[in-house]
């Protein structure tokens, strides 16, 4: 059945060697980011704020939350440069996460609130008698944790069961996705669902009974954030080398094809779209002690595709490749809005259609691509 499978086309789709950078160039690129999980803190922690090694707390924050974004990034990686799905909504599974944290860290307030009351703030000032009822676990951090993998992922379970057996596929998928996510952020943008309406949840002081204020608090989140990206990369890695992952690039090359060998897709559809959907959600629960907020606009339409967006400038079918481009975009980002505030959605738009015409397989693809010519003149 290998063999079935090698013989599969894969002109439909993007064909990446699965060791686009070498075996030198993944340990390189694994130990720097353990390297940063572990340095970092030192140079926060520890390093004086007059040197010049130091990195301030501003800093440590940014690359927090964007390591949140690179896991989000991989989780699209594996439904769309894999399997062929491009999914415009996964934005939804990033905020049920978020929110999920956030409802928990609300409790964890108290009477430290501005009401000085049990309840969170914005039901008291609702006139709320009680906490609804899909608040019963928010006082317990581990109910609240399994929330943050099983709505996410029964959501998309659901979703996908329904869409993937009534075989939408392509564009008419994406479309749908967005508009569960918008349906979704009109929801929730509305005070009677309890989710604290267009503000949504901040003001967060403890987790855990510590305090998120103090610094240590924020390193140890940073540092378990760091080690979950490492994690769930080297998981990705792994499933993609497996018959599992070979089935998946078969899915996206030449779906019918597959059928035909004797596979259901749908099964190994379902199973990756729910895996894509409960790493986004864990990656929201991680972003939103460390960025202190968590509102509707993480469901917004370009909160989505702003996913898709670094999947594609890091390189597809690569998982290296959408960690690079969360960065790179994301750092770009906060660069141009504190250099250029005036003009940094221009210098954005133009690096995006650069990417598109003259890197059309993302940075990793381009970089790959000089190796091979370098190779080619050396030989």
Request: net charge positive.
């Amino acid at each position: 059945m290998s063999a079935v499978l090698n013989a599969i086309s894969p002109t439909a789709g993007i064909t990446v060697p699965r060791s686009a950078l070498g075996a030198k160039g993944w340990t390189a690129l694994m130990a720097a980011v353990i390297t940063v999980t572990l340095l970092v803190p030192l140079l926060n922690l520890v390093v004086p704020e007059g040197s010049p090694l130091h990195l301030s707390d501003f800093a440590v924050a940014l690359i927090g939350k964007i390591m949140c974004y690179a896991i989000c990034a991989l989780a699209m990686d594996l439904i769309w440069g894999y399997t062929g799905i491009l999914s415009l909504g996964h934005g939804l599974f990033f905020a049920l996460g978020g929110y999920a944290m956030g409802m928990y860290l609300m409790r964890q307030i108290g009477r430290d609130g501005s009401y000085k009351s049990d309840l969170p703030d914005f039901m008291v000032f609702l006139d709320w008698k009680e906490v609804p009822w899909h608040w019963a676990l928010s006082e317990s951090f581990i109910g609240q944790m399994l929330l943050v993998v099983l709505v996410p992922g029964l959501l998309a379970f659901v979703f996908g069961f329904f869409a993937f057996r009534s075989r939408i596929k392509g564009v008419y998928f994406s479309i749908i996705t967005q508009a569960m996510t918008f349906a979704a952020m009109l929801l929730f943008f509305r005070n009677e669902t309890g989710f604290g309406g267009n503000n949504g949840f901040t003001d967060f002081k403890r987790i855990l009974d510590i305090p998120l204020a103090q610094p240590s608090t924020r390193m140890v989140l940073f540092v378990i954030t760091g080690l979950t990206l490492i994690g769930f990369f080297l998981m990705a890695r792994w499933l993609v080398n497996t018959k599992f992952g070979r089935v998946l690039q078969a899915i996206r090359d030449a779906e019918n094809r597959v059928m035909f060998c004797g596979y259901n897709p749908l099964a190994y559809k379902l199973a990756i779209w729910t895996l894509s959907a409960v790493m986004c959600g864990i990656a929201g629960a991680l972003y939103v002690p460390q960025v202190g907020i968590i509102n509707p606009s993480e469901m917004s339409a370009a909160a989505s595709i702003e996913i898709a967006i670094w999947a594609a400038v890091g390189g597809r079918a690569t998982l290296i490749g959408p960690i690079i481009g969360a960065f790179f975009v994301n750092g770009a980002k906060s660069w141009f809005t504190v250099e250029f505030p005036e003009y940094w959605l221009y210098f954005l738009g133009a690096l995006f259609v650069a990417v598109t015409l003259y890197l059309p397989q993302g940075i990793v693809g381009g970089v790959r691509k000089l190796f091979n010519k370098n190779a080619e003149v050396k030989a």
